[in-house]
Protein backbone atom coordinates (compact mmCIF):
# COMPACT_ATOMS: atom_id res chain seq x y z
CA UNK A 1 0.00 0.00 0.00
CA UNK A 2 1.45 3.46 -1.24
CA UNK A 3 -1.74 5.74 -1.68
CA UNK A 4 -1.78 6.86 1.87
CA UNK A 5 0.30 8.01 4.65
CA UNK A 6 0.88 4.28 5.61
CA UNK A 7 3.32 1.96 3.56
CA UNK A 8 3.94 -1.23 3.91
CA UNK A 9 5.97 -3.55 1.57
CA UNK A 10 7.15 -7.43 2.42
CA UNK A 11 9.79 -7.86 0.19
CA UNK A 12 12.50 -5.32 -0.47
CA UNK A 13 11.86 -6.28 -4.48
CA UNK A 14 14.37 -7.47 -7.19
CA UNK A 15 16.44 -4.20 -6.68
CA UNK A 16 19.78 -4.16 -4.37
CA UNK A 17 21.17 -6.71 -2.84
CA UNK A 18 19.74 -8.62 -0.17
CA UNK A 19 23.12 -8.85 1.55
CA UNK A 20 23.80 -5.80 2.46
CA UNK A 21 21.36 -4.95 6.06
CA UNK A 22 19.29 -2.57 6.18
CA UNK A 23 18.60 -2.02 2.44
CA UNK A 24 15.51 -0.52 2.18
CA UNK A 25 12.76 -1.44 0.01
CA UNK A 26 12.55 -0.74 -3.99
CA UNK A 27 9.33 -0.05 -3.50
CA UNK A 28 9.73 2.85 -1.41
CA UNK A 29 12.05 4.48 -3.99
CA UNK A 30 9.40 3.37 -6.94
CA UNK A 31 6.82 4.98 -5.00
CA UNK A 32 8.95 8.27 -4.84
CA UNK A 33 9.36 8.84 -8.41
CA UNK A 34 6.18 7.57 -9.22
CA UNK A 35 5.16 10.62 -7.30
CA UNK A 36 7.52 13.40 -7.88
CA UNK A 37 8.64 13.00 -11.37
CA UNK A 38 11.84 14.01 -10.90
CA UNK A 39 14.14 15.31 -14.33
CA UNK A 40 17.13 14.52 -11.83
CA UNK A 41 17.34 11.78 -8.84
CA UNK A 42 19.98 11.82 -6.84
CA UNK A 43 21.01 9.42 -4.03
CA UNK A 44 24.40 9.95 -1.95
CA UNK A 45 24.25 7.27 0.22
CA UNK A 46 22.80 4.45 -1.85
CA UNK A 47 24.51 1.31 -0.28
CA UNK A 48 23.66 -1.56 -2.53
CA UNK A 49 22.89 0.30 -5.17
CA UNK A 50 18.81 -0.40 -5.08
CA UNK A 51 17.91 3.47 -5.82
CA UNK A 52 20.28 3.34 -9.44
CA UNK A 53 18.48 0.01 -10.17
CA UNK A 54 15.00 1.36 -9.63
CA UNK A 55 15.56 4.81 -11.59
CA UNK A 56 16.80 2.89 -14.66
CA UNK A 57 14.47 0.39 -15.35
CA UNK A 58 11.78 3.35 -14.72
CA UNK A 59 13.96 5.64 -17.05
CA UNK A 60 15.05 8.56 -14.90
CA UNK A 61 18.07 9.92 -14.76
CA UNK A 62 20.27 9.27 -11.63
CA UNK A 63 23.27 9.81 -9.55
CA UNK A 64 23.89 7.61 -7.27
CA UNK A 65 27.01 8.00 -5.03
CA UNK A 66 27.93 6.66 -1.27
CA UNK A 67 31.23 6.77 0.94
CA UNK A 68 32.22 3.48 0.12
CA UNK A 69 32.37 4.48 -3.34
CA UNK A 70 34.54 7.33 -2.43
CA UNK A 71 32.28 10.34 -1.72
CA UNK A 72 32.07 11.74 1.67
CA UNK A 73 28.74 12.82 1.85
CA UNK A 74 30.15 15.17 5.09
CA UNK A 75 32.96 16.98 3.67
CA UNK A 76 32.39 16.46 -0.06
CA UNK A 77 30.17 19.14 -2.08
CA UNK A 78 27.61 17.59 -3.44
CA UNK A 79 26.05 19.63 -5.59
CA UNK A 80 29.73 20.04 -7.16
CA UNK A 81 29.79 16.46 -7.66
CA UNK A 82 26.29 16.06 -9.46
CA UNK A 83 27.10 19.46 -11.27
CA UNK A 84 23.71 20.58 -11.12
CA UNK A 85 20.34 20.76 -8.58
CA UNK A 86 18.40 17.85 -8.24
CA UNK A 87 14.70 17.68 -8.28
CA UNK A 88 14.56 14.76 -5.96
CA UNK A 89 16.99 13.20 -3.42
CA UNK A 90 16.45 10.47 -1.24
CA UNK A 91 18.67 9.72 1.97
CA UNK A 92 18.88 6.39 3.99
CA UNK A 93 21.20 7.03 6.88
CA UNK A 94 22.34 4.19 9.46
CA UNK A 95 20.29 4.36 12.72
CA UNK A 96 23.21 5.19 14.48
CA UNK A 97 24.95 2.30 15.11
CA UNK A 98 22.54 -0.52 15.04
CA UNK A 99 24.25 -2.01 11.80
CA UNK A 100 28.05 -0.62 11.15
CA UNK A 101 29.04 -0.43 7.66
CA UNK A 102 32.26 0.54 7.14
CA UNK A 103 34.98 -2.26 8.55
CA UNK A 104 32.10 -4.69 8.31
CA UNK A 105 29.56 -4.54 5.59
CA UNK A 106 32.58 -3.04 3.34
CA UNK A 107 36.14 -1.99 3.91
CA UNK A 108 38.60 -3.86 5.91
CA UNK A 109 39.14 -0.50 8.29
CA UNK A 110 36.08 1.54 10.39
CA UNK A 111 35.88 5.01 8.75
CA UNK A 112 35.78 8.25 10.62
CA UNK A 113 33.08 10.06 8.64
CA UNK A 114 30.49 6.63 8.63
CA UNK A 115 27.48 7.96 10.25
CA UNK A 116 27.28 4.10 11.68
CA UNK A 117 30.70 4.52 13.36
CA UNK A 118 29.27 7.60 15.13
CA UNK A 119 30.54 6.98 19.16
CA UNK A 120 27.57 8.89 20.97
CA UNK A 121 23.88 9.60 20.19
CA UNK A 122 25.18 13.48 19.96
CA UNK A 123 27.91 12.97 17.58
CA UNK A 124 25.46 11.23 15.33
CA UNK A 125 22.75 13.87 15.39
CA UNK A 126 25.57 16.67 14.44
CA UNK A 127 27.13 14.76 11.63
CA UNK A 128 23.27 13.92 10.12
CA UNK A 129 22.93 17.96 10.26
CA UNK A 130 25.86 18.85 8.45
CA UNK A 131 24.70 15.88 5.81
CA UNK A 132 20.94 17.46 5.60
CA UNK A 133 22.83 20.66 4.92
CA UNK A 134 24.88 19.51 1.88
CA UNK A 135 21.70 17.53 0.82
CA UNK A 136 19.28 20.41 0.88
CA UNK A 137 22.39 23.14 -0.66
CA UNK A 138 22.09 20.31 -4.00
CA UNK A 139 18.22 21.01 -4.37
CA UNK A 140 16.48 22.78 -7.41
CA UNK A 141 13.78 25.20 -5.62
CA UNK A 142 10.78 23.47 -4.78
CA UNK A 143 13.06 20.26 -4.96
CA UNK A 144 12.37 17.37 -2.64
CA UNK A 145 14.36 15.37 -0.16
CA UNK A 146 13.13 12.33 1.63
CA UNK A 147 15.03 10.75 4.90
CA UNK A 148 14.08 7.42 5.55
CA UNK A 149 14.88 6.80 9.06
CA UNK A 150 13.69 4.33 12.09
CA UNK A 151 14.25 4.92 16.05
CA UNK A 152 16.56 2.97 18.21
CA UNK A 153 15.92 1.70 21.82
CA UNK A 154 19.47 1.45 23.76
CA UNK A 155 19.57 0.35 27.39
CA UNK A 156 16.28 1.22 28.40
CA UNK A 157 16.21 4.50 26.48
CA UNK A 158 14.22 5.44 23.62
CA UNK A 159 15.60 7.71 20.61
CA UNK A 160 13.27 8.91 18.48
CA UNK A 161 15.73 9.99 15.06
CA UNK A 162 12.98 11.45 13.42
CA UNK A 163 12.47 14.03 16.18
CA UNK A 164 15.86 15.27 16.18
CA UNK A 165 15.78 14.99 12.25
CA UNK A 166 12.10 17.69 12.17
CA UNK A 167 14.09 19.68 14.86
CA UNK A 168 17.38 20.19 12.92
CA UNK A 169 16.83 19.76 8.95
CA UNK A 170 16.51 22.70 6.32
CA UNK A 171 13.61 23.35 4.71
CA UNK A 172 9.33 22.49 4.72
CA UNK A 173 8.32 20.13 6.28
CA UNK A 174 5.55 18.70 3.46
CA UNK A 175 4.93 14.92 4.78
CA UNK A 176 5.75 12.37 6.97
CA UNK A 177 4.83 8.82 5.96
CA UNK A 178 4.92 5.63 8.10
CA UNK A 179 6.42 2.69 6.91
CA UNK A 180 6.03 -0.69 8.69
CA UNK A 181 9.11 -2.95 8.93
CA UNK A 182 9.09 -6.55 7.70
CA UNK A 183 11.75 -9.53 8.24
CA UNK A 184 13.64 -7.60 11.00
CA UNK A 185 16.03 -9.63 13.46
CA UNK A 186 13.81 -9.02 16.08
CA UNK A 187 11.09 -10.39 14.54
CA UNK A 188 12.83 -14.12 16.36
CA UNK A 189 13.23 -12.34 19.49
CA UNK A 190 12.00 -13.09 23.04
CA UNK A 191 12.03 -10.10 25.29
CA UNK A 192 11.76 -10.12 29.52
CA UNK A 193 9.21 -7.65 29.99
CA UNK A 194 5.86 -8.17 28.75
CA UNK A 195 5.04 -4.27 28.13
CA UNK A 196 8.24 -4.27 25.77
CA UNK A 197 7.05 -3.25 21.96
CA UNK A 198 9.35 -4.14 19.41
CA UNK A 199 10.07 -1.16 16.64
CA UNK A 200 8.44 -2.50 13.67
CA UNK A 201 8.17 1.28 12.00
CA UNK A 202 10.39 3.60 10.29
CA UNK A 203 9.39 7.30 9.23
CA UNK A 204 9.85 8.73 5.59
CA UNK A 205 10.06 12.12 5.72
CA UNK A 206 9.48 14.85 3.37
CA UNK A 207 11.14 18.04 3.14
CA UNK A 208 10.67 21.02 0.13
CA UNK A 209 13.27 23.65 -0.21
CA UNK A 210 10.79 26.66 -0.52
CA UNK A 211 11.45 29.36 -3.15
CA UNK A 212 11.65 31.87 -0.82
CA UNK A 213 14.31 30.24 0.64
CA UNK A 214 18.27 31.23 -0.55
CA UNK A 215 20.95 28.88 0.55
CA UNK A 216 22.20 26.11 2.32
CA UNK A 217 21.00 27.78 5.76
CA UNK A 218 17.58 29.45 4.57
CA UNK A 219 18.49 32.53 4.92
CA UNK A 220 14.71 34.09 4.19
CA UNK A 221 14.25 38.22 4.25
CA UNK A 222 10.59 38.03 3.71
CA UNK A 223 10.42 40.19 6.94
CA UNK A 224 12.08 42.51 9.11
CA UNK A 225 14.40 40.15 10.31
CA UNK A 226 16.49 36.98 8.53
CA UNK A 227 14.79 33.97 9.11
CA UNK A 228 17.12 30.63 9.25
CA UNK A 229 15.44 27.44 9.41
CA UNK A 230 18.46 25.79 10.76
CA UNK A 231 17.91 27.71 14.31
CA UNK A 232 19.86 25.02 16.23
CA UNK A 233 22.76 25.05 13.74
CA UNK A 234 26.33 24.76 15.63
CA UNK A 235 29.40 26.46 14.33
CA UNK A 236 31.04 23.16 13.56
CA UNK A 237 27.95 22.66 11.25
CA UNK A 238 28.05 26.22 10.29
CA UNK A 239 32.09 26.20 9.26
CA UNK A 240 32.17 22.62 7.63
CA UNK A 241 29.63 23.85 5.29
CA UNK A 242 31.30 27.16 4.58
CA UNK A 243 34.12 25.23 4.04
CA UNK A 244 32.42 22.87 1.56
CA UNK A 245 30.62 25.76 -0.18
CA UNK A 246 34.55 27.02 -0.84
CA UNK A 247 35.22 24.01 -2.70
CA UNK A 248 36.61 22.22 0.70
CA UNK A 249 39.84 24.90 1.23
CA UNK A 250 39.53 28.69 1.65
CA UNK A 251 41.44 31.59 3.58
CA UNK A 252 40.04 33.36 6.30
CA UNK A 253 38.69 36.13 4.60
CA UNK A 254 36.52 33.95 2.06
CA UNK A 255 34.87 31.92 5.18
CA UNK A 256 34.29 35.32 7.03
CA UNK A 257 32.79 36.44 3.93
CA UNK A 258 30.17 33.27 3.30
CA UNK A 259 29.69 32.85 6.74
CA UNK A 260 28.65 36.38 7.06
CA UNK A 261 26.27 36.69 5.03
CA UNK A 262 24.69 33.15 5.46
CA UNK A 263 24.92 32.04 8.97
CA UNK A 264 22.20 33.26 11.70
CA UNK A 265 22.33 36.73 12.69
CA UNK A 266 22.27 35.70 16.40
CA UNK A 267 25.25 34.00 15.74
CA UNK A 268 27.22 37.00 13.58
CA UNK A 269 25.70 39.57 16.22
CA UNK A 270 28.71 38.56 18.53
CA UNK A 271 31.26 40.81 17.96
CA UNK A 272 33.99 38.10 18.45
CA UNK A 273 32.11 35.31 15.80
CA UNK A 274 35.35 35.50 14.08
CA UNK A 275 37.71 34.51 16.64
CA UNK A 276 35.16 31.67 17.21
CA UNK A 277 35.34 30.35 13.88
CA UNK A 278 39.16 30.32 14.10
CA UNK A 279 38.80 28.13 17.04
CA UNK A 280 36.55 25.88 15.55
CA UNK A 281 38.86 25.54 12.68
CA UNK A 282 41.69 24.89 14.96
CA UNK A 283 39.61 21.56 15.58
CA UNK A 284 37.80 20.28 13.14
CA UNK A 285 40.07 21.17 10.21
CA UNK A 286 43.36 21.69 8.80
CA UNK A 287 45.95 24.43 8.06
CA UNK A 288 47.51 23.99 4.30
CA UNK A 289 49.23 27.57 4.57
CA UNK A 290 49.44 30.75 6.25
CA UNK A 291 45.34 31.79 6.20
CA UNK A 292 44.35 28.75 4.56
CA UNK A 293 42.50 26.28 5.53
CA UNK A 294 41.08 22.98 4.20
CA UNK A 295 38.53 20.05 5.70
CA UNK A 296 40.53 17.54 7.00
CA UNK A 297 40.72 14.28 4.83
CA UNK A 298 39.21 10.57 6.33
Not at 216 to 236: G, I, P, R
Amino acid sequence: MADTSVWSFKDRGKWGSAKWRGNCSGYVIKTLLQYYKPALFVDPAEGSGTSGKVAKEMGVRYVGLDLHKGFNLLKDSLILRVGRPADLIFFHPPYHDMITYSGNMWGSQPHPDDLSRCTSVEEFIEKLRTALMNIYEALEINGVYSVLIGDMRRKGAYYSFQSDIIQIAPGILEGIIIKTQHNCISDSRVYAHNDFIPIMHEYLLNFRKDRFFVGMLDCALKTSHKLVSLSNATWKSVVSWALQKCGGKANLDDLYGVIAQEAQEKMIANPHWQAKVRQVLQKTAINVERGVWALKAA
